[in-house]
């Protein structure tokens, strides 16, 4: 499964509900769930629409395909 082929970059459902329930919780309008939302987030705010041509190539050498 893509959990097992990227525990670093995932986060279990249990784990992703407690942090959707805190963000409700605080009245968030925005949730970043796992450190892979975290990066994509910071990465589309540096450069902006460009992420879009960056993405793809950081796929390609950095994640890999689930077996």
């Known amino acids: 499964s893509l959990h097992d082929a990227l525990p ?3 986060t279990s ?3 992703a509900a407690q942090v959707i329930l ?3 919780r605080k009245e968030r309008a925005r949730v970043l769930i796992g450190p892979d939302t975290k990066y ?3 990465v589309v705010r540096l450069i902006g629409s460009r992420y879009l041509r ?6 390609k050498r950095f994640v890999q395909p689930p077996r």
């Open 22 to 24: 805190k963000a409700v």
């Open 8 to 10: 670093i970059w995932t």
């Open 13 to 15: 459902p249990q784990k």
């Open 54 to 59: 960056v993405f793809p190539w950081f796929q």
């Open 40 to 42: 994509l987030d910071f």
